[in-house]
């Protein structure tokens, strides 16, 4: 079955950087869409990034564009979210998830999911 399985979350500073991973199988990877959403605590889950098949296709929300970048390694199954200049609000839980189409920010249009990682910024 597909798995989509999170990494790299953790506690740190405002200013900070950390780089998410997420390691897929049980589907053919070069041939998904990879979306990054997020979801805070009282909060909707909400689109942060995504990435088409071929790597050469990137979208960004507003509030992390400029500060995000989205990328994968088809080789390794694996698409990644480097998060610079990270801020207090930037605070939740973040998953991975998986779609054959490109073009949507919403959560409903993707297929798979992981299970998540916690990023807390501290002010």
């Known amino acids: 079955q597909v798995q989509l399985v999170e990494s790299g979350g953790g506690l740190v500073q405002a200013g900070d950087s950390l780089r998410l991973s997420c390691a897929a199988s049980g589907l053919t990877f070069r041939r998904y869409t990879m979306g990054w959403f997020r979801q805070a605590p009282g909060k909707e889950r909400e689109f942060v990034a995504v990435?088409?098949?071929?790597?050469?296709?990137?979208d960004y929300a507003g509030s992390v564009k400029g500060r995000f970048a989205i990328s994968r390694d088809n080789a390794k199954n694996t698409v990644y979210l480097q998060m610079n200049s990270l801020k207090p609000e930037d605070t939740a839980v973040y998953y991975c998830a998986a779609d054959t189409q490109y073009g949507s920010r919403r959560s409903y249009d993707f297929s798979y999911w992981g299970q998540g990682t916690q990023v807390t910024v501290s002010s």
């Open positions: 990435i088409r098949w071929s790597g050469d296709t990137t």
